[in-house]
């Protein structure tokens, strides 16, 4: 990324695709190939193609600054004037397949945040949580890159969210399966119900043999943060079992993990467990974070539960006209 100024001054950011990495990244997808294979041996239930052509998908639209363009002007246009979450806005006429020129904006790195006073940290990851949440469920579309690199910060709890190439947009349907997902295993308690759900959806083989039990057990923990009306802290143990619950085949897991798929819609979801949670783990995020999903979750739809959501909640209301 340069900065630059345009002939009338204003700042601006440019992001210049080199010759010659596409080719290269195009390699580097053929050779994943084999990787996945290797995976699909030590997992057996995975099904390595499906992953691969969606990884393919989605790394290829990264070198088209055209699709990074559209994606970055949805993100940009619904959370335009939001007191807390911006999105630069693209520059249009200087921008192209292969160069995407966007408003400059300012603010602190995540390497800095992380030692600001506590209440600016739990600010930070609160916006953080609402973007990458909210927007599933209000634009059915996730930035799949929870990169520390990706986010600008200001006191208040204000983030400037950056790099829009690696976007994933669901079907509805898609984002039906995740609201039932959680209404199965955090509302109702119904394992019996989620397990089914994973079967339909394809996460787990029908007749897996595996008790509600084990599968509360091994996916109850990615819902653990929501699962109780309670204050809760993602330290950086917690995140670090997030990670385990994916690769350690030598755990009290292995067996489930063995059997597990992961289906198309949810391979780049998965940067939420990968990514976000460590970046939690990193600011100590504490927060009720089942009364803050409640606003988010539209089949609960709550009141605000914070002083940052009451003032979103007014931010999102019409102003009302003149009598």
């Known amino acids: 990324m340069h900065r630059a100024v345009t002939r009338d001054g204003t700042e601006v950011a440019v992001k210049v695709q080199y010759p010659g990495v596409a080719d290269a990244i195009t390699a580097d997808l053929d050779n994943s190939e084999l990787l996945f294979a290797m995976?699909?041996?030590?997992?057996?239930?995975?099904?390595?193609?499906?992953?691969?052509?969606?990884?393919?998908?989605?790394?290829?639209?990264e070198l088209d600054y055209r699709l990074e363009a559209d994606n970055q002007r949805l993100f940009a246009t619904a959370y335009r004037g939001h007191p807390f979450i911006h999105v630069p806005e693209v520059v249009d006429e200087l921008s192209t397949a292969t160069v995407l020129t966007t408003e400059m904006a300012h603010g602190a790195r995540f390497s800095e945040v992380v030692t600001w006073p506590d209440e600016e940290r739990q600010l930070a990851a609160e916006t953080l949580y609402r973007f990458v949440f909210?927007?599933?469920?209000?634009?059915?579309?996730?930035?799949?890159?929870?990169?520390?690199?990706?986010?600008?910060?200001?006191?208040?709890?204000?983030?400037?969210?950056?790099?829009?190439?690696?976007?994933?947009?669901?079907?509805?349907?898609?984002?039906?399966?995740?609201?039932?997902?959680?209404?199965?295993?955090?509302?109702?308690?119904?394992?019996?119900?989620?397990?089914?759900?994973?079967?339909?959806?394809?996460?787990?083989?029908?007749?897996?043999?595996?008790?509600?039990?084990?599968?509360?057990?091994?996916?109850?923990?990615?819902?653990?943060?929501?699962?109780d009306d309670e204050v809760m802290e993602i330290t950086p143990e917690y995140s670090s079992e997030s990670l385990r619950r994916f690769f350690d085949l030598s755990g009290p897991h292995a067996e489930i993990m063995k059997s597990a798929n992961l289906p198309p819609s949810m391979v780049i979801v998965q940067r939420i467990n990968l990514g976000l949670y460590a970046l939690f783990g990193d600011l100590r995020a504490r927060n009720n974070w089942r009364r803050l999903a409640e606003e988010l979750w539209p089949f609960v739809d709550a009141e605000p539960a914070t002083q940052m959501g009451e003032r979103i909640a007014g931010w999102k209301r019409p102003a009302t006209p003149p009598a």
């Open 39 to 61: 995976l699909g041996m030590l997992f057996p239930g995975l099904e390595p193609g499906p992953i691969v052509a969606e990884l393919r998908e989605r790394v290829l639209e």
């Open 134 to 227: 909210g927007s599933i469920y209000s634009l059915g579309a996730f930035n799949g890159d929870p990169h520390p690199g990706n986010y600008l910060f200001r006191p208040g709890g204000e983030v400037t969210f950056l790099d829009f190439g690696l976007v994933k947009r669901f079907s509805d349907s898609e984002v039906a399966d995740f609201a039932e997902m959680i209404q199965l295993m955090v509302i109702e308690r119904d394992v019996a119900g989620y397990a089914r759900l994973l079967e339909r959806i394809g996460i787990l083989s029908p007749g897996n043999g595996f008790d509600d039990e084990v599968i509360r057990d091994y996916f109850g923990h990615f819902y653990d943060f929501v699962m």
